[in-house]
Structures are given as C-alpha cells and as structure tokens.
C-alpha cells in the first residue's frame, strides 16, 4: 500500500490527512496547496472518489471539489478573517440587507463543512454562530485542521429547524449541497412548506446558497420561500457562479452605498472592508436583484378586481405573466 502522499498527488501542494471512508462517501483530503494565482498558501478540504479499479487504492478527484478553504498564515495556522470563496463574500455582503441597523449577532449555519464562514462571521462580525452538519468526520477535521470552534450540531439540519419555536436567531444561512437533484444546492428538504416556515418562525433573515439547475429550479427556491417572507430578492456576482437568494419579513434594497455603510457599522469593519474587497470594488457587486413584495393588500386588491369582472381576461394575464417575470427573473441576464 502506497503512503497517502503518493495515492492523492497534489500539484504544487502536500497531503495533511487523508480519511478514508466505505463507499458511497468520497474520501476525505486535507491538503496545504499554493492557490491559483500562484502566491498565497491555502489549506484545502476535498471530497475525493478512489478508483476500484486501482489495486493501490489511488482515484480521481469529483469534479476537483473544494469543499473548504482558507488562507494558510506564516505559523502554519489558518486564517479565519480572510475569506477564499467568492459565494461565501457574496452571503456575508447579504447581511447588509438585513432591515436592523445594528450588527447580526445570532447566526446559525445549517451546512457548516470544515467552518471557513462560521469562523469568519465569529472572528469578524463577532458573531455567536450556531451551526449544523451531518458529516460528523468534516466536522472533526474541521476542529483539527481548520481551527474551527463553533458550536455545532451533528445531524438534519431540517430536524433542527422544525425544533426551532421563537425568533432564536438574526439571521439563518443554508449552504447545503444536495444529492442527484436539479439544485447542486439546496436540497429540495429544504424547501418543504414546513421547513420554511419554521424558518420564518427561527429568524426575520434566511440567506441560501443556490447552486446550479435551471432558471425554472430557482425560481421554485424563490417562490418556496416567498410564501413565508414578505420580500425575496436574488444576489449575484460575475465572480463566481453561485446564486445568492436573501429572504426577510423586512429588507433593505442591496447597493454598494447600503454594503459600505453596513461595514462602517460594524466593530471590525477593517477587517470586513479587506475580506469583501473583491466583492465590493469589482465590476459590480449587487449588480443583478430581483424583487418581490407579497402584499396582503394587493392580493386582496386583485381578488375584488376579479369578482366584478372589471379587467378582461387577457389584460389579467398579460399582468400575471409580467409578475412572474419580475419574481423569477433570468438570473444570467442584464447585468449592470
């Protein structure tokens, strides 16, 4: 048996641990690499498939799936107040959304991985980050080799959320991947009537990493969650491929003068002003948001129209057509 160094070859990097795992789970890779732009050290966490067919034990990378990363410092240690992926930047900016100016406080994370946001939203935003995950191995290396210190909850995130009573937290961040469904994230449990309403029940903010599918997929996430929230609206950046939804009874409209003003708020905004930096000055960062209101007065408005038969039909359903349009959106459209 070759020594883990030699089976999972990492190019301008070493293996810290390899956990093996009995199929289906991927094995587990943690490794120091240098990152693509060829400067900064990285700590890595992928999923990784042995090949059967490799007498050694050796494999392939899926699809060279980063689970987790963090920049590495000079001691060795990693960095939680330095954010490596770009949809993680674009979550934390939807916090500037939230409708209370003072800062987030209670954050619970339902999808933790190895802890690169939890640690940044605790070492930054001084956040008490509760977190969920049902990989009780990524958590453990987590704690060994990410620093994480999190309290976390082994298990079903949507178990949890249904033993949620009150208003427990300021705001809720899913990040999820799910499993041969038309969503790489979230899972479609998640957007159970009864789980979304649990939500809206824990938090007056849920902000859901939404990862690739159809329009169509998307504009299911949107509409799972407009049932419970009054506004929904869609965050994205040209500097990753993520899709970004922010849900609230109350939200504040996403600019680049509203995230500044949010980071000047709070009590590390140096700090905050350095990890979304390439959010904030690149082309655009809230470039593209899609919004709606559900407005009890307005339905009901529309439903005394129809009983007295004061619009015509195509007229209804050319309107009809146009909100659907303003609530799904092209999410790859009109950028600006």
């Known amino acids: 048996m070759r020594g883990a160094e030699e089976q999972f070859e990492i190019p301008g990097g070493c293996v810290v641990e390899v956990a093996r795992r009995d199929a289906p789970c991927p ?9 693509d732009e060829g400067a900064a050290r990285v700590r ?35 960095d939680a107040r330095c954010l490596r992926q770009h949809y993680h930047c674009l979550m934390v900016a939807a916090l500037s959304c939230h409708s ?22 605790g ?37 949890f959320v249904r033993r949620q009573t009150d208003a427990s937290f300021d705001a809720v961040l899913v990040d999820i991947n ?3 469904e038309p969503l790489a994230a979230p899972p479609a449990r998640m957007l159970s009537p009864d789980v979304v309403r649990a939500l809206a029940r824990a938090t007056s903010m849920v902000v859901v990493n939404v990862l690739g599918g159809s329009e169509g997929a998307r504009c299911g996430v949107a509409s799972a969650f407009a049932a419970e929230f009054a506004h929904v609206l869609w965050l994205r950046s040209p500097l990753c491929t993520n899709h970004v939804l922010v849900a609230g009874r109350v939200l504040v409209s996403p600019s680049l003068e509203g995230l500044e003003a949010w980071m000047s708020q709070q009590e ?19 470039h593209q948001w899609h919004l709606r209101q559900r407005s009890a007065q ?39």
């Open 44 to 78: 890595r966490l992928r999923f990784f498939q042995p090949d059967d067919a490799d007498e050694d034990g050796g494999g392939e990378l899926v699809s060279d799936y980063v689970q987790t990363e963090m920049l590495l410092r000079r001691n060795g240690r990693v």
């Open 100 to 121: 209370e100016p003072a800062p987030v406080r209670r954050v619970a994370m339902l999808g933790h991985g190895a802890g690169a946001l939890g640690s940044f939203l």
């Open 298 to 336: 307005g339905k009901k408005a529309r439903t005394s129209e129809g009983a007295v038969g004061t619009r015509p039909a195509q007229q209804e359903n050319g309107e009809k057509r146009k909100r659907e349009r303003t609530t799904c959106g092209d999410a790859d459209a009109s950028r600006g």
């Open 178 to 180: 799910a499993v041969r």
């Open 268 to 286: 590390r905004a140096p700090a905050l002003v350095r990890a979304l930096a390439a959010l904030q000055f690149g082309s655009s960062v809230l």
């Open 123 to 159: 070492a930054v935003l001084h956040a008490a980050v509760t977190a969920v995950d049902s990989d009780a191995e990524v958590v453990a290396l987590g704690r060994q080799h990410f620093d994480d210190c999190a309290h976390v909850v082994v298990g079903d995130a949507a178990d």
């Open 27 to 35: 094995t587990l890779l943690v490794s120091d690499e240098t990152a």
